[in-house]
């Protein structure tokens, strides 16, 4: 994605093009297959869900074509992780690969050795806080329960966006506010969740065993396995690291 004249420029395939992507499900298949996968164009060439999808249906509001909605159906369906993963830019990981992205980006820390190591921040534990007492939260409500806004904590988007990098964090849903009638209303809002409560923790440890790096290593060669073309920097520009 990119702006060209003051307008919003996607990078994908003809709408006839037989090989773009043309289901969420698909996508998932896809995502399951290659292990990681950023929402947009990025460094690495081909390296996205914009760039196998076709430009006509972004930001279209159709369910069945519009990628923007597919990533909605995919964080609830909870086949794959969502979340601002890669250089704090949204994108998806795999089942299988997540535990070593967590134990890369975690350092091997669960959140509670972090803060006692004292490596985690206090915002950080707020957030962290209000979990598992709640598996999910929306966005708003879990500002408001650490204590974030007016007279609070300051940052929350960076805070939460961070603990996303550090595979602490994702996005489990979009959901609408339900007025108090129970009826939705408004833009869907992020829910927020752990790893921990989609897959269990005894998958999300899995890799503990593993050095950090040697997890970091093997996501690497994962990567350049389906991009072989992918140069270090490049690459290194792509998965970032722990904030």
Not at 1 to 18: F, T, V
Not at 130 to 150: D, I, T, V, Y
Request: proline share 5%; aromatic share 16%; hydrophobic share 40%.
């Amino acid at each position: 994605m990119a702006m060209e004249g003051g307008a919003w420029i996607m990078r994908g395939p003809d709408w006839r093009d037989p090989r773009r992507i043309q289901s969420w499900q698909e996508l998932a298949d896809w995502i399951d297959e290659i292990g990681l996968l950023p929402l947009f164009k990025n460094e690495v060439d081909g390296f996205s869900v914009e760039e196998n999808t076709s430009d006509r249906f972004w930001w279209t509001g159709d369910v069945e074509r519009d990628p923007w909605e597919w990533r909605c159906l995919m964080a609830r369906s909870g086949r794959v992780a969502y979340g601002k993963f890669f250089g704090k830019r949204a994108g998806f990981i795999s089942r299988v690969w997540f535990p070593h992205f967590a134990n890369w980006r975690r350092d091997g820390y669960d959140f509670d050795s972090r803060w006692d190591e004292g490596l985690a921040s206090m915002r950080q534990k707020r957030i962290m806080d209000q979990f598992p007492a709640e598996e999910q939260w929306f966005s708003f409500q879990l500002k408001r329960q650490a204590g974030f806004g007016k007279g609070g904590e300051k940052n929350f988007e960076g805070t939460v966006t961070d603990l996303q990098m550090q595979g602490y964090l994702l996005i489990r849903d979009f959901r609408q506010r339900l007025s108090k009638r129970g009826q939705p209303y408004g833009w869907p809002i992020s829910v927020y969740s752990t790893p921990e409560a989609l897959w269990g923790y005894a998958h999300i440890a899995s890799a503990y065993a593993v050095e950090p790096e040697e997890s970091r290593a093997r996501i690497d060669q994962q990567v350049l396995r389906n991009f072989p073309d992918a140069a270090p920097e490049a690459l290194a520009a792509v998965l970032g690291g722990t904030p």
